[in-house]
Protein backbone atom coordinates (compact mmCIF):
# COMPACT_ATOMS: atom_id res chain seq x y z
CA UNK A 1 0.00 0.00 0.00
CA UNK A 2 3.10 2.19 0.48
CA UNK A 3 3.14 3.49 -2.99
CA UNK A 4 6.39 5.22 -4.76
CA UNK A 5 4.47 7.80 -6.41
CA UNK A 6 6.19 11.44 -5.63
CA UNK A 7 4.27 14.18 -4.55
CA UNK A 8 4.82 17.53 -5.90
CA UNK A 9 5.12 20.03 -2.79
CA UNK A 10 2.35 22.33 -4.51
CA UNK A 11 -0.10 19.19 -4.66
CA UNK A 12 0.87 17.60 -1.24
CA UNK A 13 -0.06 21.24 0.97
CA UNK A 14 -2.56 21.80 -0.77
CA UNK A 15 -3.85 18.31 -0.35
CA UNK A 16 -3.21 18.65 3.83
CA UNK A 17 -4.71 21.71 3.69
CA UNK A 18 -7.93 20.80 2.66
CA UNK A 19 -7.70 17.60 4.58
CA UNK A 20 -7.07 19.38 7.91
CA UNK A 21 -10.12 22.16 6.97
CA UNK A 22 -12.26 18.71 6.43
CA UNK A 23 -12.75 20.24 2.92
CA UNK A 24 -12.06 18.01 -0.12
CA UNK A 25 -9.23 18.38 -2.04
CA UNK A 26 -9.67 20.01 -5.35
CA UNK A 27 -6.14 18.30 -6.48
CA UNK A 28 -4.62 15.64 -6.11
CA UNK A 29 -7.50 13.42 -5.12
CA UNK A 30 -5.83 10.49 -6.56
CA UNK A 31 -3.06 10.33 -3.76
CA UNK A 32 -5.87 9.65 -1.35
CA UNK A 33 -8.43 8.00 -3.27
CA UNK A 34 -9.52 4.53 -1.39
CA UNK A 35 -11.79 1.49 -2.25
CA UNK A 36 -15.15 2.31 -4.55
CA UNK A 37 -13.88 0.92 -7.50
CA UNK A 38 -16.86 -0.79 -8.80
CA UNK A 39 -18.30 2.63 -8.55
CA UNK A 40 -16.20 4.43 -10.17
CA UNK A 41 -15.93 2.13 -12.87
CA UNK A 42 -19.62 2.91 -13.62
CA UNK A 43 -18.82 6.26 -13.94
CA UNK A 44 -16.04 6.30 -16.29
CA UNK A 45 -18.69 4.22 -18.38
CA UNK A 46 -21.05 6.99 -18.08
CA UNK A 47 -18.37 9.69 -18.71
CA UNK A 48 -17.23 7.44 -22.06
CA UNK A 49 -21.29 7.06 -22.81
CA UNK A 50 -21.39 10.96 -22.77
CA UNK A 51 -18.27 11.14 -24.70
CA UNK A 52 -19.43 8.93 -27.49
CA UNK A 53 -22.70 10.79 -27.98
CA UNK A 54 -24.90 9.36 -25.27
CA UNK A 55 -26.23 10.80 -21.71
CA UNK A 56 -26.42 9.52 -18.34
CA UNK A 57 -27.51 10.46 -15.27
CA UNK A 58 -26.58 9.16 -11.98
CA UNK A 59 -27.79 10.06 -8.17
CA UNK A 60 -24.79 9.44 -5.52
CA UNK A 61 -26.17 8.48 -2.61
CA UNK A 62 -24.29 8.05 0.71
CA UNK A 63 -24.49 8.97 4.19
CA UNK A 64 -23.50 12.28 5.52
CA UNK A 65 -19.50 12.72 4.84
CA UNK A 66 -19.73 9.54 3.62
CA UNK A 67 -17.54 10.71 0.81
CA UNK A 68 -20.33 12.06 -1.84
CA UNK A 69 -18.17 15.32 -2.84
CA UNK A 70 -15.17 13.33 -2.74
CA UNK A 71 -16.82 11.18 -5.52
CA UNK A 72 -18.08 13.91 -7.58
CA UNK A 73 -14.55 15.40 -7.77
CA UNK A 74 -13.21 12.61 -8.84
CA UNK A 75 -15.87 11.59 -11.06
CA UNK A 76 -15.22 15.64 -12.59
CA UNK A 77 -11.58 14.72 -12.61
CA UNK A 78 -11.95 11.75 -14.74
CA UNK A 79 -14.42 13.60 -17.16
CA UNK A 80 -11.76 16.51 -17.55
CA UNK A 81 -9.15 13.63 -18.52
CA UNK A 82 -11.26 12.66 -21.47
CA UNK A 83 -11.86 16.16 -22.92
CA UNK A 84 -15.42 16.60 -21.29
CA UNK A 85 -15.99 19.88 -20.34
CA UNK A 86 -17.61 20.42 -16.49
CA UNK A 87 -19.35 22.31 -14.62
CA UNK A 88 -20.64 21.65 -10.90
CA UNK A 89 -22.36 23.25 -8.08
CA UNK A 90 -23.91 23.30 -4.84
CA UNK A 91 -27.68 23.92 -4.14
CA UNK A 92 -28.78 25.78 -1.36
CA UNK A 93 -31.57 28.26 -0.71
CA UNK A 94 -30.26 30.12 -3.25
CA UNK A 95 -29.52 28.05 -5.62
CA UNK A 96 -32.26 25.68 -6.89
CA UNK A 97 -33.86 23.94 -9.99
CA UNK A 98 -36.65 25.30 -10.31
CA UNK A 99 -37.75 28.67 -9.33
CA UNK A 100 -39.20 32.24 -10.08
CA UNK A 101 -37.31 34.48 -8.54
CA UNK A 102 -33.95 34.24 -9.72
CA UNK A 103 -32.77 31.01 -7.53
CA UNK A 104 -32.60 28.76 -10.78
CA UNK A 105 -30.72 31.48 -12.59
CA UNK A 106 -27.96 31.98 -9.81
CA UNK A 107 -27.53 28.24 -9.80
CA UNK A 108 -26.84 28.60 -13.54
CA UNK A 109 -24.50 31.12 -13.05
CA UNK A 110 -22.31 29.30 -10.73
CA UNK A 111 -22.59 26.10 -12.72
CA UNK A 112 -20.35 29.17 -15.35
CA UNK A 113 -18.06 30.34 -13.00
CA UNK A 114 -17.55 26.86 -12.12
CA UNK A 115 -16.97 25.83 -15.96
CA UNK A 116 -13.56 23.28 -16.27
CA UNK A 117 -11.73 21.94 -18.98
CA UNK A 118 -8.40 19.66 -18.44
CA UNK A 119 -6.64 23.19 -19.37
CA UNK A 120 -8.67 25.08 -16.44
CA UNK A 121 -9.55 22.40 -13.89
CA UNK A 122 -10.44 25.00 -10.95
CA UNK A 123 -12.75 26.44 -13.36
CA UNK A 124 -13.39 29.93 -14.91
CA UNK A 125 -13.02 28.08 -18.12
CA UNK A 126 -15.97 29.69 -20.01
CA UNK A 127 -14.21 32.33 -22.16
CA UNK A 128 -11.49 30.02 -23.07
CA UNK A 129 -14.21 27.52 -24.58
CA UNK A 130 -15.73 30.48 -26.57
CA UNK A 131 -12.91 31.23 -27.80
CA UNK A 132 -11.94 28.09 -28.55
CA UNK A 133 -14.96 27.51 -30.80
CA UNK A 134 -13.84 31.22 -32.49
CA UNK A 135 -10.26 29.83 -32.99
CA UNK A 136 -11.50 26.49 -34.44
CA UNK A 137 -14.22 28.22 -36.79
CA UNK A 138 -11.41 30.21 -38.14
CA UNK A 139 -8.63 28.03 -38.53
CA UNK A 140 -11.56 25.99 -40.26
CA UNK A 141 -11.78 28.95 -43.00
CA UNK A 142 -8.49 29.86 -43.39
CA UNK A 143 -7.99 26.18 -44.34
CA UNK A 144 -11.13 25.86 -47.22
CA UNK A 145 -10.11 29.17 -47.81
CA UNK A 146 -13.84 30.68 -46.62
CA UNK A 147 -15.32 34.05 -45.04
CA UNK A 148 -14.71 33.25 -41.07
CA UNK A 149 -17.92 34.84 -40.47
CA UNK A 150 -20.14 32.21 -42.64
CA UNK A 151 -18.29 29.49 -41.30
CA UNK A 152 -18.94 30.06 -38.10
CA UNK A 153 -22.63 31.33 -38.89
CA UNK A 154 -22.78 27.66 -40.66
CA UNK A 155 -21.76 26.21 -37.28
CA UNK A 156 -24.12 27.94 -34.93
CA UNK A 157 -27.06 26.84 -37.15
CA UNK A 158 -26.83 23.59 -35.75
CA UNK A 159 -27.38 25.74 -32.69
CA UNK A 160 -30.45 27.72 -33.66
CA UNK A 161 -32.78 24.59 -33.93
CA UNK A 162 -32.71 23.80 -30.32
CA UNK A 163 -35.38 25.85 -27.99
CA UNK A 164 -33.60 28.83 -26.92
CA UNK A 165 -30.89 28.26 -29.23
CA UNK A 166 -31.20 31.30 -31.52
CA UNK A 167 -30.46 33.93 -29.14
CA UNK A 168 -27.42 31.81 -27.82
CA UNK A 169 -26.30 31.88 -31.32
CA UNK A 170 -26.84 35.50 -31.59
CA UNK A 171 -24.50 36.30 -28.64
CA UNK A 172 -21.70 34.05 -29.71
CA UNK A 173 -21.76 35.70 -33.02
CA UNK A 174 -21.47 38.82 -31.01
CA UNK A 175 -18.68 37.74 -29.42
CA UNK A 176 -17.12 36.70 -32.96
CA UNK A 177 -17.93 40.43 -34.05
CA UNK A 178 -16.21 41.72 -31.30
CA UNK A 179 -13.32 39.36 -31.50
CA UNK A 180 -13.13 40.17 -35.38
CA UNK A 181 -13.00 44.13 -34.87
CA UNK A 182 -11.43 44.35 -31.39
CA UNK A 183 -14.24 45.03 -29.46
CA UNK A 184 -13.54 44.08 -25.76
CA UNK A 185 -16.78 45.47 -24.58
CA UNK A 186 -18.91 43.46 -26.89
CA UNK A 187 -16.76 40.66 -26.12
CA UNK A 188 -17.52 41.48 -22.37
CA UNK A 189 -21.34 41.46 -22.80
CA UNK A 190 -21.66 38.36 -24.60
CA UNK A 191 -19.70 35.77 -22.63
CA UNK A 192 -21.73 37.80 -19.26
CA UNK A 193 -25.06 36.59 -21.22
CA UNK A 194 -23.38 33.13 -21.77
CA UNK A 195 -22.96 33.23 -17.59
CA UNK A 196 -26.55 34.62 -16.92
CA UNK A 197 -25.14 37.44 -15.46
CA UNK A 198 -27.44 39.62 -17.10
CA UNK A 199 -31.12 40.02 -14.92
CA UNK A 200 -32.93 41.95 -17.25
CA UNK A 201 -33.67 41.71 -20.83
CA UNK A 202 -33.94 45.11 -21.44
CA UNK A 203 -30.36 45.42 -20.80
CA UNK A 204 -29.40 42.17 -22.86
CA UNK A 205 -31.30 43.78 -25.52
CA UNK A 206 -29.25 47.21 -25.29
CA UNK A 207 -26.06 45.21 -25.24
CA UNK A 208 -26.41 42.65 -27.12
CA UNK A 209 -29.42 42.79 -29.22
CA UNK A 210 -30.87 39.74 -28.21
CA UNK A 211 -34.44 39.22 -27.17
CA UNK A 212 -33.58 37.24 -23.94
CA UNK A 213 -31.77 36.15 -21.21
CA UNK A 214 -31.15 32.95 -19.02
CA UNK A 215 -33.14 32.95 -16.49
CA UNK A 216 -35.10 30.70 -14.42
CA UNK A 217 -37.62 28.81 -16.98
CA UNK A 218 -34.71 28.32 -19.64
CA UNK A 219 -32.17 26.58 -17.14
CA UNK A 220 -32.34 23.04 -18.74
CA UNK A 221 -32.75 24.03 -22.24
CA UNK A 222 -29.60 26.08 -21.52
CA UNK A 223 -27.62 23.21 -20.42
CA UNK A 224 -28.43 21.01 -23.36
CA UNK A 225 -27.11 24.01 -25.87
CA UNK A 226 -24.03 24.58 -23.53
CA UNK A 227 -23.23 20.30 -24.10
CA UNK A 228 -23.78 21.35 -28.41
CA UNK A 229 -21.47 24.34 -27.98
CA UNK A 230 -18.63 22.67 -26.03
CA UNK A 231 -18.94 20.11 -28.92
CA UNK A 232 -18.96 22.70 -31.64
CA UNK A 233 -15.58 24.20 -29.57
CA UNK A 234 -13.82 20.69 -29.97
CA UNK A 235 -14.71 18.89 -26.85
CA UNK A 236 -16.23 15.67 -26.28
CA UNK A 237 -19.22 16.84 -23.91
CA UNK A 238 -20.70 18.27 -20.59
CA UNK A 239 -20.94 16.63 -17.26
CA UNK A 240 -22.90 18.81 -14.76
CA UNK A 241 -22.54 18.14 -10.98
CA UNK A 242 -24.60 19.11 -8.58
CA UNK A 243 -23.90 18.06 -4.99
CA UNK A 244 -25.76 19.23 -1.51
CA UNK A 245 -29.12 17.99 -3.37
CA UNK A 246 -30.91 17.68 0.29
CA UNK A 247 -31.23 21.05 -0.14
CA UNK A 248 -34.62 20.66 -2.15
CA UNK A 249 -35.26 18.34 0.48
CA UNK A 250 -35.29 20.55 3.40
CA UNK A 251 -37.36 22.98 0.95
CA UNK A 252 -40.95 23.57 3.20
CA UNK A 253 -42.89 24.18 0.70
CA UNK A 254 -44.43 21.02 -0.87
CA UNK A 255 -45.44 23.23 -4.01
CA UNK A 256 -41.51 24.48 -4.37
CA UNK A 257 -40.23 20.34 -3.55
CA UNK A 258 -42.36 18.86 -6.12
CA UNK A 259 -41.41 21.92 -9.13
CA UNK A 260 -37.92 20.80 -8.62
CA UNK A 261 -38.62 17.48 -8.63
CA UNK A 262 -40.16 17.60 -12.05
CA UNK A 263 -36.98 19.56 -13.38
CA UNK A 264 -35.28 16.44 -11.77
CA UNK A 265 -37.76 14.40 -13.59
CA UNK A 266 -37.47 16.32 -16.83
CA UNK A 267 -33.58 15.84 -16.80
CA UNK A 268 -34.26 12.58 -16.15
CA UNK A 269 -36.59 11.65 -19.06
CA UNK A 270 -34.30 13.02 -21.59
CA UNK A 271 -31.66 11.01 -20.77
CA UNK A 272 -33.49 7.91 -20.42
CA UNK A 273 -35.53 8.03 -23.57
CA UNK A 274 -31.80 9.20 -25.41
CA UNK A 275 -32.95 12.61 -26.78
CA UNK A 276 -29.90 14.72 -24.70
CA UNK A 277 -26.53 14.36 -26.22
CA UNK A 278 -22.89 14.57 -25.49
CA UNK A 279 -24.67 15.45 -22.10
CA UNK A 280 -24.63 13.96 -18.29
CA UNK A 281 -25.70 14.85 -14.84
CA UNK A 282 -24.81 13.28 -11.56
CA UNK A 283 -26.50 14.63 -8.67
CA UNK A 284 -25.12 14.05 -4.71
CA UNK A 285 -27.58 13.59 -1.88
CA UNK A 286 -28.38 11.74 0.95
CA UNK A 287 -30.51 8.31 1.54
CA UNK A 288 -33.22 11.09 3.18
CA UNK A 289 -33.35 13.10 -0.01
CA UNK A 290 -33.57 9.84 -2.36
CA UNK A 291 -35.89 7.92 -0.27
CA UNK A 292 -37.76 9.95 2.14
CA UNK A 293 -41.55 9.29 0.77
CA UNK A 294 -42.95 12.66 2.42
CA UNK A 295 -39.96 14.79 1.21
CA UNK A 296 -37.62 13.23 -0.79
CA UNK A 297 -37.76 12.13 -4.37
CA UNK A 298 -39.40 9.22 -3.42
CA UNK A 299 -42.67 11.66 -2.78
CA UNK A 300 -42.76 12.13 -6.11
CA UNK A 301 -44.51 9.36 -7.72
CA UNK A 302 -42.98 9.54 -11.16
CA UNK A 303 -39.86 9.96 -9.57
CA UNK A 304 -39.96 7.12 -7.25
CA UNK A 305 -40.95 4.42 -10.55
CA UNK A 306 -38.41 5.56 -12.02
CA UNK A 307 -35.84 5.63 -9.40
CA UNK A 308 -36.81 2.07 -7.83
CA UNK A 309 -33.63 0.53 -6.81
CA UNK A 310 -33.46 -3.14 -8.29
CA UNK A 311 -35.29 -5.71 -6.07
CA UNK A 312 -32.70 -8.19 -7.29
CA UNK A 313 -29.56 -6.34 -5.79
CA UNK A 314 -29.57 -7.30 -2.08
CA UNK A 315 -28.00 -9.77 0.00
CA UNK A 316 -24.99 -8.84 -0.94
CA UNK A 317 -25.69 -8.71 -5.04
CA UNK A 318 -25.17 -5.46 -6.33
CA UNK A 319 -26.04 -3.65 -9.32
CA UNK A 320 -24.18 -0.27 -10.66
CA UNK A 321 -26.34 0.28 -13.94
CA UNK A 322 -29.46 2.26 -12.60
CA UNK A 323 -29.40 5.74 -12.01
CA UNK A 324 -29.35 5.46 -8.28
CA UNK A 325 -25.25 4.76 -6.98
CA UNK A 326 -25.12 3.93 -3.17
CA UNK A 327 -21.84 4.85 -2.34
CA UNK A 328 -20.93 1.96 0.24
CA UNK A 329 -19.59 2.77 3.60
CA UNK A 330 -15.64 3.09 3.59
CA UNK A 331 -14.35 -0.18 5.10
CA UNK A 332 -11.93 -0.48 7.99
CA UNK A 333 -9.67 -1.68 5.71
CA UNK A 334 -10.27 1.38 3.79
CA UNK A 335 -9.74 3.80 6.41
CA UNK A 336 -6.24 2.10 6.81
CA UNK A 337 -4.91 2.61 3.20
CA UNK A 338 -6.56 6.08 3.35
CA UNK A 339 -4.60 6.44 6.46
CA UNK A 340 -1.16 5.22 4.92
CA UNK A 341 -1.72 7.00 1.81
CA UNK A 342 -1.93 10.56 4.43
CA UNK A 343 1.25 9.47 6.25
CA UNK A 344 2.79 8.85 2.48
CA UNK A 345 1.84 12.27 0.95
CA UNK A 346 3.09 13.81 4.25
CA UNK A 347 6.09 12.54 3.75
CA UNK A 348 6.23 14.07 -0.08
CA UNK A 349 5.78 10.34 -1.08
CA UNK A 350 9.82 9.36 0.48
CA UNK A 351 9.05 6.34 2.96
CA UNK A 352 12.55 7.56 4.78
CA UNK A 353 10.56 10.51 5.87
CA UNK A 354 7.78 8.78 7.50
CA UNK A 355 7.00 10.17 10.80
CA UNK A 356 5.33 7.51 12.44
CA UNK A 357 5.60 3.77 11.94
CA UNK A 358 3.75 0.84 10.26
CA UNK A 359 2.48 0.25 14.15
CA UNK A 360 0.72 4.19 14.75
CA UNK A 361 -2.10 3.33 11.46
CA UNK A 362 -3.87 0.60 13.63
CA UNK A 363 -3.14 2.43 17.05
CA UNK A 364 -4.91 5.36 15.65
CA UNK A 365 -7.90 3.71 15.00
CA UNK A 366 -8.54 2.28 18.10
CA UNK A 367 -7.90 5.84 19.68
CA UNK A 368 -10.79 6.94 16.95
CA UNK A 369 -12.86 3.73 17.80
CA UNK A 370 -12.79 4.33 21.50
CA UNK A 371 -13.23 7.88 21.21
CA UNK A 372 -16.04 8.15 18.48
CA UNK A 373 -17.41 4.59 17.99
CA UNK A 374 -17.92 1.98 15.69
CA UNK A 375 -18.89 4.67 12.82
CA UNK A 376 -15.69 5.93 12.74
CA UNK A 377 -14.17 5.17 9.23
CA UNK A 378 -17.74 5.11 7.95
CA UNK A 379 -17.54 9.21 7.91
CA UNK A 380 -14.31 9.15 7.64
CA UNK A 381 -13.72 13.37 8.06
CA UNK A 382 -13.18 13.93 11.68
CA UNK A 383 -10.59 10.93 11.58
CA UNK A 384 -8.56 12.33 8.76
CA UNK A 385 -8.40 15.95 10.59
CA UNK A 386 -7.32 14.32 13.48
CA UNK A 387 -4.54 12.30 11.61
CA UNK A 388 -3.64 14.95 9.75
CA UNK A 389 -3.44 17.12 12.84
CA UNK A 390 -1.12 14.27 14.71
CA UNK A 391 1.03 14.53 11.70
CA UNK A 392 1.46 18.54 11.70
CA UNK A 393 2.17 18.39 15.65
CA UNK A 394 4.99 15.84 15.18
CA UNK A 395 6.71 17.12 11.75
CA UNK A 396 7.03 20.47 14.32
CA UNK A 397 8.03 18.97 17.33
CA UNK A 398 10.51 16.20 16.42
CA UNK A 399 11.57 13.93 19.05
CA UNK A 400 8.55 13.60 20.28
CA UNK A 401 6.85 9.89 20.19
CA UNK A 402 3.24 9.47 18.36
CA UNK A 403 2.51 7.34 21.78
CA UNK A 404 3.04 10.40 24.00
CA UNK A 405 0.75 12.53 22.17
CA UNK A 406 -1.95 9.67 21.15
CA UNK A 407 -3.74 9.35 23.87
CA UNK A 408 -4.14 13.34 24.14
CA UNK A 409 -5.81 13.69 20.16
CA UNK A 410 -9.14 14.87 20.52
CA UNK A 411 -11.65 13.71 18.07
CA UNK A 412 -15.50 14.84 18.14
CA UNK A 413 -18.62 13.21 17.44
CA UNK A 414 -19.52 14.65 13.61
CA UNK A 415 -23.35 15.68 13.57
CA UNK A 416 -25.59 16.15 10.51
CA UNK A 417 -26.57 19.59 10.02
CA UNK A 418 -28.55 19.33 6.83
CA UNK A 419 -31.63 17.84 7.96
CA UNK A 420 -33.70 20.72 9.62
CA UNK A 421 -35.79 22.01 7.36
CA UNK A 422 -36.06 25.59 5.69
CA UNK A 423 -38.90 27.17 6.94
CA UNK A 424 -40.23 29.17 3.88
CA UNK A 425 -43.38 30.15 2.30
CA UNK A 426 -45.60 27.74 4.24
CA UNK A 427 -44.17 26.71 7.06
CA UNK A 428 -44.60 23.18 7.33
CA UNK A 429 -43.73 21.53 10.75
CA UNK A 430 -40.10 19.99 11.18
CA UNK A 431 -39.75 16.32 9.69
CA UNK A 432 -39.70 13.94 12.25
CA UNK A 433 -36.15 12.28 11.10
CA UNK A 434 -33.51 12.76 13.20
CA UNK A 435 -30.08 11.96 12.37
CA UNK A 436 -28.79 8.25 13.34
CA UNK A 437 -25.00 9.08 13.39
CA UNK A 438 -22.71 7.10 15.81
CA UNK A 439 -25.46 4.91 16.77
CA UNK A 440 -23.14 1.92 18.18
CA UNK A 441 -20.79 2.71 20.31
CA UNK A 442 -18.65 -0.94 20.01
CA UNK A 443 -15.50 -1.08 19.66
CA UNK A 444 -15.18 -3.63 16.61
CA UNK A 445 -11.79 -3.88 15.54
CA UNK A 446 -12.27 -7.77 15.39
CA UNK A 447 -13.05 -7.59 12.08
CA UNK A 448 -10.11 -5.71 10.77
CA UNK A 449 -7.43 -7.13 8.35
CA UNK A 450 -4.30 -5.85 6.99
N1 LIG B 1 -12.86 7.28 -1.45
C1 LIG B 1 -12.21 8.12 -0.64
N2 LIG B 1 -10.88 8.04 -0.52
C2 LIG B 1 -10.22 8.87 0.30
N3 LIG B 1 -10.80 9.84 1.03
C3 LIG B 1 -12.11 9.98 0.96
C4 LIG B 1 -12.89 9.12 0.12
N4 LIG B 1 -14.17 9.49 0.23
C5 LIG B 1 -14.19 10.52 1.11
N5 LIG B 1 -12.97 10.83 1.53
C6 LIG B 1 -12.64 11.89 2.51
O1 LIG B 1 -13.62 11.79 3.52
C7 LIG B 1 -14.08 13.06 3.95
C8 LIG B 1 -15.58 13.17 3.79
O2 LIG B 1 -15.92 13.08 2.42
P1 LIG B 1 -16.98 14.06 1.72
O3 LIG B 1 -16.86 15.44 2.19
O4 LIG B 1 -16.89 13.78 0.27
O5 LIG B 1 -18.34 13.44 2.28
P2 LIG B 1 -19.82 13.86 1.88
O6 LIG B 1 -20.59 12.60 1.73
O7 LIG B 1 -19.83 14.79 0.74
O8 LIG B 1 -20.27 14.61 3.20
P3 LIG B 1 -21.52 15.60 3.42
O9 LIG B 1 -22.70 14.70 3.65
O10 LIG B 1 -21.14 16.37 4.65
O11 LIG B 1 -21.64 16.43 2.19
C9 LIG B 1 -13.28 14.07 3.14
O12 LIG B 1 -12.19 14.50 3.91
C10 LIG B 1 -12.81 13.28 1.95
O13 LIG B 1 -11.61 13.81 1.46
MG1 LIG C 1 -20.54 16.70 0.53
New binding site residues.
Given amino acids: MTTTTPIRSRERDALLQS ?1 RA ?1 V ?2 RVGQRH ?5 APEVEALVADVNRIAGGGSAVRFVI ?1 D ?8 LHLVRSIALEKKLVTVHADLNPDRRLHSSSGQTRSLYAELMRNLATRAKPDGGALTSVVERFVSTALAEAQQAGADPGQVIRARLADLSEMTGGYDFAEVVGAYWRGHDSGNEQLKAAAVRWLRAEFATRTDARSALGVRTIIDDPTFHDHLKLMSRFVRLAGYDGLLVCLD ?1 MVNLYKLASTQARNSNYEQILRILNDTLQGTAAHLGFVF ?1 G ?1 PEFLADTRRGLYSYAALQSRLAENTFASGGLVDYSGPVLRLAA ?1 TQEDLYV ?1 LAKLRHIHASGDPSRYLLDDDALPAFMHHCSGRIGEAYFRT ?2 TT ?1 KAFCDLLAVLEQNPGVDWRQILPSVELKQETNP ?1 LAPIEEEEGAPAHPWTAQAGAAGDDDLTSFRL
Avoid at 32 to 36: A, D, E, K, L, M
Wanted: hydrophobic content about 40%.
Fill in positions: LGVPVQVGRGFGAGKTFFEGTLLPRID
